[in-house]
């Protein structure tokens, strides 16, 4: 962190979010948010533009969670979810409309309208419909061609990894008029999942820098895309040097945004999150066609509460600045005074997901004022602190049902008490950034 307040190129001191820790091979800790005022740093925030998660709110109730049930469910969503799928899921126009217009092209396709990208932060879209006019072709030609096939047989998957889907139950409400408000009620069943732009973004996060988080095959696969990528269009040997410092290792590499590199990467990883923000729609679909499935018209429609991405770049107004917030699993908290006058959430603070782990309760919170002094960010979890303070419960019916790809329920995880989970909350309400609303248990967890 010394090292990285150093940088010139911040325009501020970065911002340390509970939860703050390092994973292996990567530039920057996790929770972490940082603002430069003309760079664009892939550094800052980690190779997987726009991964995030969703709350979906259904009708269902606790006591109709059965194991017969869950089991039918899971059976439906490995399925439709399968990660080994190789047969497309989308078409090639398809796939051009969501790498340019997000979450409002799937949207469309599923038939719902304003209403849902209401519930999406950015309304789920990485560029305005005057720069898609403006420059479509040009933002499609920063996406590599090799990859079109995989993001297209890729498109609706949670993925592998820590990336999950998890049936919770409300288990309880600690702002009851908030809760009123969001339509949430003790036992209530709702679904988090956290699903990102899958390999597609994977590369793109690595088109403009060297990064450390590689094996050695997906080394090999990255060089063979960039190569070719940004040997393309070269004019002078300024432009083969400045290209040629994707390919050296440096922890942090400015690239300056009103530049045409600068401009070839915002649009790269804009086209990404558009993807990441269309997957998790169909993620979403996928999962209202499977509890359809098991409970018929009981399931009702679903209701998406809330998506926000916890990884990427975006250009904010904070503190009368205009900056380019760089966040590394951190979501975006807008205080509700800056949250537009037709937002639904203008009058509560829009929701902020924490989750824990599939052993511990997550909570589900609204953004406050206090965000206004942490570059409007919290962190996407609490899943280490959780790890780290949570004791093992002697409670034979707190569990999780654990189900795999293709495998059905593999095991039932024991809980583990929530004090880990409980001093993130308390820290990030304590500083006004965002204040506890429900707690919800998990029931079961899909996982790659």
Known sequence: MEALAAQPFLACPPVALPDLHLKPRLEAPSSLATATREYLVLGLTSPSPGCGMALAVTPLGEADLSTERLDRLFAHLGAALDPDRQAPAIGEEALDAVLLRGAAAWAE????????????????AAFTPEEVA??????????????????????????????????????????????????????????????????????????FAHRRKNSRRGRLIEWWIKLPYHLRGLRSPGDLWSRARYFLPRRWLPIPVNSEEGRRCRWALGAATNYA????????????????AVWGEQAGPLRLLYDAPHNGIARERI?????????????????????????????????????????????????????????????????????????????PDRRTRLYRYRQGPVAESPHLSDEGVEAVVQTLNRWEVCRPVVRLRPIATLKG
């Open 109 to 124: 396709r599923m038939g719902r309208g304003e209403e849902l990208l209401k519930a999406i932060e950015g309304g789920g």
């Open 134 to 207: 403006a420059h479509g072709p040009a933002i499609l030609a920063t996406v590599p061609a090799a990859f079109r096939p995989v993001a297209r047989r890729e498109f609706g998957l949670v993925g592998r990894g820590n990336h999950f889907l998890e049936v919770q139950v409300v288990e309880a409400v600690l702002d009851p008029a908030t809760a009123t408000a969001w339509g949430l009620a003790v036992g209530q069943v709702v679904v988090l999942f956290h699903a990102d732009s899958g390999h597609l973004g994977a590369i793109v996060g690595r088109l």
């Open 277 to 292: 923000f269309a997957n998790r729609l169909a993620v979403l679909a996928a999962l209202e066609q499977a509890l359809r």
């Open 319 to 395: 503190g009368g600045q205009e900056l380019w917030v760089h966040r590394h699993n951190a979501v975006r908290v807008t205080p509700p005074s800056r949250l537009p006058l037709d937002s639904p959430y203008r009058t509560t603070g829009h929701p902020v997901l924490l989750p824990g782990t599939h052993r511990t309760a997550s909570f589900l919170c609204a953004g406050g004022e206090g965000a206004a002094h942490t570059l409007h960010s919290t962190g996407h979890g609490a899943g280490e602190t959780a790890l780290a303070l949570g004791r093992p419960l002697e409670a």
